[in-house]
Structure formats: C-alpha cells, structure tokens
C-alpha cells in the first residue's frame, strides 16, 4: 500500500497546487507545458529577481526610464551559461527595452549568434 501511494502522480500534483495561490495557477496555465518556463516560477528565481528590481529604485538599467514595472533580466541567459540566481548576472529593464532586447535576442539566435556569446569565441 506504501508503494502505491508514494507511486500515486496524483498525490504530486496535489502536493505542488497547495504551493501556488489560485491567480499563479492561473496566468501559468498556458504556459506551464514549456520546461523553462518552470524556473521563473521557483522561489529561487522570485527572491532573485525581487533582489534584482528592488535595487534598481524603479529605474530601467538600460533606458534610464523611471517605471514601477521593471523586470529582472539575465545580462548572461541561462541557456547562454549564465548563472540565474547571481544577483550580479541581474539587471531591472523596463518592457520596452526588455521586449527590444527579447526581439533582437531571438534574431541573433537565428542567426546563429548568440547575443550574449561568451567572450573568446573567434
Ligand atoms: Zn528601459
């Protein structure tokens, strides 16, 4: 019977809804299907990225644009060997250029140049 139990998916996905209010489950939803999408949602991820935007006294990091919605952004991306959970590897961006910045990231990839190519690559 203790097998069973321990065995039961069931009993995990109880286990991990007790964690999240109502609203996270929610807004997660669509997105929850997608592996990366699972580290913004550790607590982890959360104490680091209200480290990052509390220093930044609602001032975006990149434009200088004073804003109360500043979003904490990897200099180096994990998928890039960035560390996400130095405080030092954070900056507050605005949307704006933090949607820029997601935009030309996303080209340069396609490109196959990553914008954030670790230094000594040529
Ligand atoms: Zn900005």
Known sequence: LDREQSNDPLKLTQLRSRFETPRDRLTS??????LRELHYGTPEHK???????????????????????????H????????????????KAVCWACHNTKTAAAKRAR???????????GR
């Open 47 to 73: 104490a680091w990225s209200k480290l990052v935007v509390g220093r930044a006294n609602g001032v975006c990091q990149c434009c200088g644009k004073v804003t109360k919605k500043l979003i904490a952004d």
């Open 75 to 90: 200099l180096h991306e994990r998928r890039d060997g960035g560390d996400p959970f130095d405080p030092a590897n954070g």
């Open 29 to 34: 939803a669509d997105t929850l299907p997608k």
């Open 110 to 120: 396609a490109l196959g140049m990553p914008l954030n190519a670790p230094r000594g």
